[in-house]
């Protein structure tokens, strides 16, 4: 079970810990720290009462803030850890013990600031705690008022109740100036608040009633008026007025419109402008006067308003005439006058009339918008169930008139155009494609597929001739599939259509031969079908291709390109040797354009960059190097001190050279050594063996440690049983022999 979070009260907040870090006794000293930094009454108070002070916060904060040595009195009903400078009293505040005490500890003194951040004990009921509470206050201020100086202040928290307002009025009467706040340590959800009483007037008498809670709070009964009765109740103030103006005619200088921010603004709040003197330029045109009186403005603007809505309405009644003398004759003019009588009495409703009939347009266009927004989200629902059950294809319907020819294809009617892409002519193909606007229908074939999207309104023969009619298409869309894939169909295809070509041209009249006319094209077509029924029927990857060719002008331009490749000619797989794909293969790239010098020039560079020392050798290097250019400075100056030298000889002068640069290193480079390994053991004279030039050593074969455990064995041998103890004393006294010996 995990850890019940405190909410509100008990909630331990930054306030709790950052009190527990720098040691003050409760949380609450952050609302007098706040509140004081607003107010700032500590600073200058040389004496203070805080009254309800446990555990004693406030006085830690007063004594921080207030000078040296300034008297500081905190009074609660239970005992507070005493705090330097400070005196504390243990009494409850309410009593008149309380007040002695206070007096027996001031004597004659009064105090600058009085703090009350007194709570009862709560818990009865809301009601109860409200008024103890406020009785506490009460109690507070009564005290306040006997122990401060004149000009003093009362800081006191108040529990917003039904009595906040009664105790702030009491508030008022004994301070200049009275303000409520809630520091930022105050909980929120806490219905404290704190109010500041500055300017303490100091009254030579006071009314006992003021801190009467009979008199002081609405709901204690008593049979005397109540304190809020007391307070004269204000008429509530006219809203939209501002401070004593009650009229909606203003008039203003013309420096105001002048000096105005938002002259706009200005003139919407102004019904004159006042022309001054000084505003009596050449500027200030006629015109300009009139406008000044915003009154005139306002009537030409009623006028014109009124004119315009007679215009209009004339206008409209002379057209209704016309169309009735049309219609009626001679009779519609006794009705015309009587409604001429009607318009002329009913003039001062005609703005009510213009601006119902605008209201009526507008809701006229609103039902329209409405309309339309809804007929369109119909269709699109529609077109959404439509591709979940796979009619359409996402962003293509095929209900409309547009879209049923997508996929009827109708507009492949000229076998002209089909033979010569079979014969791969793609200027046909572009035509073909380009035609009509991606595969759309003509005028006349937009008919057609008008007809055939309204089946469901024809009779049966028409019903007939449609489906004969979709079949038609449907056959010319699978030659059209198969003229782009290809697989010698195509060519069946061809050879069908010439040959039926060839008979409807030997059918014809003369005048006709010269081209094949559309109808004739659609039965030669439908025909040459038939021949084969399964060449009708398309392949899933035929309807694919279809639907590809449909959607896209360039998907389909694209597929008639690729249609032309080597297989395409022939119905078997096109037989190539071994040899010929190994060498495609091999061969068939395309030339990347580099020479074949600048490819060497970058393997070199390669080669360059792979040979150098890894950075940090480079850097080892580079240490050695500048190591022995200093040694060599270093031997350089000892050596031409030792020339300079005039009392040694040449000889001696040589061998201390010598000396210098073997130090240095810079003597005879140090030889190669070659090893050898000899069975005779190192340091013996060997034979140079063959293959090794140059200063050769001869080495053992075994490791030393190998070495002396052998010589060890060897003593042992020599030594006998009887003497391993004497041998073992060898190790350690007369180690020194063995040891020579080994050396
Ligand atoms: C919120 S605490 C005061 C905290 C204090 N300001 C501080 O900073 O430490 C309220 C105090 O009011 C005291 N109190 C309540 N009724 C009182 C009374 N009638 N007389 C004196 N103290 C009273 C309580 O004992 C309690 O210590």
């Not at 000078?67 to 400070?86: M, Y």
């Not at 009293?89 to 500890?105: A, G, N, P, V």
């Not at 690729?562 to 030339?591: G, I, M, N, Q």
């Not at 340091?683 to 002396?708: A, I, N, Q, S, Y």
Request: include cysteine.
């Amino acid at each position: 079970m995990g850890k019940k979070l405190k909410v509100g009260k008990t909630r331990k907040d930054k306030f709790y810990h950052l009190a527990k870090e720098t040691g003050y006794r409760s949380r609450s000293s952050f609302k007098l720290i706040q509140l004081n930094r607003k107010f700032q009454f500590l600073q200058k108070a040389r004496a203070l009462v805080d009254l309800c002070a446990a555990p004693g916060g406030w006085l830690q904060v007063a004594s921080k803030f207030m000078p040296v040595s300034s008297l500081i009195i905190g009074v609660d009903l239970v005992p507070i850890k005493p705090i330097p400078n400070v005196v504390t009293l243990q009494e409850d505040i309410t009593t008149e013990k309380c007040r002695q005490s206070l007096r027996k500890e001031l004597q004659t003194w009064k105090v600058d600031v009085v703090l009350n951040d007194g709570a009862p004990n709560v818990g009865a009921n809301w009601q109860h705690d409200a008024f103890s509470q406020a009785h506490l206050t009460l109690m507070a201020l009564k005290l306040a008022c006997e122990f401060l100086t004149k000009g003093g202040t009362f800081v006191t928290k108040v529990f917003r109740s039904k009595d906040y307002q009664p105790l702030l009025w009491i508030f008022q009467q004994f301070f200049k100036k009275v303000q409520a706040t809630k520091p930022q340590a105050s909980r929120n959800e806490s219905a404290e608040i704190f109010v500041i009483c500055q300017g303490f007037v100091a009254p030579d008498k006071i009314d006992s009633k003021f801190f009467d809670p009979k008199y002081a709070f609405k709901e204690v009964e008593v049979q005397a008026k109540t304190v809020k009765e007391l307070i004269p109740v204000k008429k509530p103030k006219a809203e939209g007025y501002t401070d004593g103006d009650l009229t909606l005619y203003h008039s203003f200088m013309v420096t105001d419109f002048l000096k105005a921010e938002n002259p706009v603004d200005f003139l919407g709040k102004a019904s004159e402008l006042l022309l001054l003197y000084c505003a009596c330029t050449s500027h200030t045109s006629d015109g300009v006067r009139t406008c000044c009186s915003m009154n005139l403005l306002l009537n030409w603007r009623s006028k014109l308003r009124r004119y315009l809505a007679k215009k209009l309405k004339d206008e409209a009644k002379q057209l209704d005439q016309e169309i009735s003398s049309d219609e009626e004759g001679s009779n519609s003019e006794e009705e015309a006058g009587k409604k001429e009588d009607e318009e002329e009495g009913g003039e001062d409703n005609e703005e009510e009339e213009m601006v119902k009939k605008l209201a009526e347009l507008k809701a006229e266009e609103v039902a329209e918008l409405k309309r339309k927004k809804r007929k369109l989200l119909k269709e699109q629902r529609k077109q959404r169930e439509r591709v979940e059950l796979k009619m359409d294809l996402p962003g293509v319907s095929i209900a409309s008139t547009e879209d049923s020819s997508l996929f009827s294809l109708v507009s492949i009617k000229k076998k002209k155009v089909l033979v010569d892409i079979s014969k791969g002519d793609m200027k046909a193909a572009d035509t073909l494609v380009d035609e009509d606007d991606d595969f759309h229908l003509s005028d006349e074939d937009g008919d057609d597929a008008d007809k055939m999207s309204l089946a469901s309104d024809l009779d049966d023969e028409d019903l007939e001739e449609v489906e004969r009619r979709q079949k038609e298409l449907e056959k010319k869309l699978s030659l059209y599939v198969f003229l782009l894939l290809g697989k010698g169909k195509k060519r069946k295809a061809e050879e069908d259509i010439k040959e039926e070509e060839e008979q409807q041209e030997a059918a014809l009249p003369e005048e006709e031969k010269a081209g094949p006319s559309l109808e004739a094209a659609e039965e030669s077509d439908s025909d040459s079908d038939d021949s084969s029924d399964d060449e009708t029927i398309l392949s899933p990857e035929g309807l694919a291709l279809g639907t590809q060719i449909a959607t896209s002008k360039k998907r389909a331009r694209d597929l008639v390109d690729s249609s032309f490749h080597r297989f395409a000619t022939s119905d078997e797989p096109w037989e190539v040797p071994e040899w010929f794909l190994d060498d495609e293969r091999k061969h068939r790239k395309r030339p990347v354009p580099v020479t074949k010098e600048m490819v060497e020039e970058y393997k070199q560079k390669w080669k360059e960059i792979n040979s150098r020392p890894i950075k940090r050798v480079a850097e080892a290097k580079a240490r050695k190097k500048r190591r022995t250019l200093k040694k060599m400075e270093q031997a350089k100056k000892k050596a031409e001190a030792v020339v300079n030298t005039v009392d040694i000889s040449e000889r001696e002068k040589m061998a201390q050279l010598k000396s210098i640069y073997k130090k240095a290193g810079l003597g005879k480079e140090k030889r190669e050594v070659t090893y050898v390994v000899s069975k005779k053991g190192a340091g013996k004279k060997v034979r140079r063996p063959p293959g090794v030039k140059g200063v050769f050593k001869v080495v053992d074969g075994r490791m030393k440690k190998d070495l002396r455990g052998m010589q060890r064995k060897e003593q042992r041998a020599k030594g006998g049983k009887g003497k391993r103890g004497k041998g073992r004393q060898a190790k350690g006294g007369k180690g020194v022999k063995s040891g020579k010996g080994r050396k």
